[in-house]
């Protein structure tokens, strides 16, 4: 589940590798990836990679030419290097899009895990990168610095959905969303428009110390080749069961619609468990 963490890795590894890099060809063998036609793919052959950055949870690779290849890695995309002569033949994940880079002896490949496809690529003009569906409607970056939450979250609607929502706030997802609101002390449920001065600056601080304690995890742990399986370093999410890392009370799972939330009862709900919302509409 690549969130604004694992996309900023991604994006400082490989940028690190490649700026500079002269692209020899490009293919788009997983053929509903690719979301664009105009220009082709091969505009991209003998043009230099001249960066790779992150905006939201998309990742984009800056071509010479005022070319962009914007990507989406969804919920199960990666974006790898490999040695040129590992071989293509991998039955766990799905090939989408090789881009070869022959200076560096090296291929960049979007593979896709699982049996849905989901993620997808666009080849833009930089003029038209920031005007695109996927990126005009973000909102502000969730870090380094969170913008001013106090007019984003002004909303009757449930933290953990609105600090999900890309429009209001670009990067936060599933994930990440449990163990900042586990940092903030602070129920999923709650409105943020019922939020007050104090519990705003907590949010803000637990969004900014959440996000850099995990990039500065991967920034440690983490080299090229990106392994498959990210090592998330979480504490809440995933650890339903398990004792809270603050109060040792067991965390909680509530589900809501189709997924499902951690939380500790005890440090986020005043001791209350929440209910399950996938048959009731109720709030309450
Ligand atoms: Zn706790």
Request: net charge neutral.
């Amino acid at each position: 589940m690549p969130e604004l963490p694992e996309v900023e890795i991604t994006a400082r590894l490989l940028d690190s590798a490649l700026r500079g890099a002269l692209i020899e060809s490009v293919s788009a063998p997983g053929i509903n990836a690719l979301r664009t036609f105009q220009p082709p793919l091969s505009e991209l052959e003998g043009r230099r990679i001249e960066g790779v950055r992150r905006r939201g949870k998309h990742l984009i690779v800056d071509a010479s030419g005022g070319l962009a290849l914007l990507i989406h890695l969804m919920s199960a995309g990666r974006l790898q290097l490999f040695d040129k002569l590992a071989g293509p033949r991998d039955r766990s994940s799905r090939l989408l899009v090789r881009v070869r880079v022959p200076d560096a002896q090296l291929e960049l490949r979007l593979r896709e895990f699982g049996s849905k496809q989901a993620a997808w690529v666009k080849l833009l003009r930089a003029q038209e990168l920031e005007q695109d569906d996927a990126l005009a409607g973000l909102g502000p970056e969730a870090w380094p610095q969170p913008p001013a939450l106090a007019a984003l979250l002004d909303a009757p609607r449930p933290l953990h959905a609105v600090l999900r929502d890309q429009h209001v706030i670009a990067g936060i997802g599933r994930s990440w969303v449990d163990e900042i609101l586990w940092q903030a002390q602070l129920s999923p449920y709650k409105r943020g428009s019922d939020l007050d001065e104090h519990e705003l600056e907590r949010l803000g601080g637990a969004i900014r110390h959440t996000l850099g304690r995990a990039l500065e995890h991967y920034e440690q742990t983490l080299t090229l080749p990106i392994p498959d399986k990210l090592p998330m370093p979480l504490q809440v999410h995933r650890h339903t069961g398990e004792p809270c890392p603050r109060c040792a009370s067991t965390l909680q799972a509530v589900h809501f619609e189709d997924y499902v939330i951690a939380y500790c009862p005890h440090c986020q709900t005043e001791d209350r468990v929440l209910k399950d919302r996938r048959l009731s509409r109720l709030l309450r």
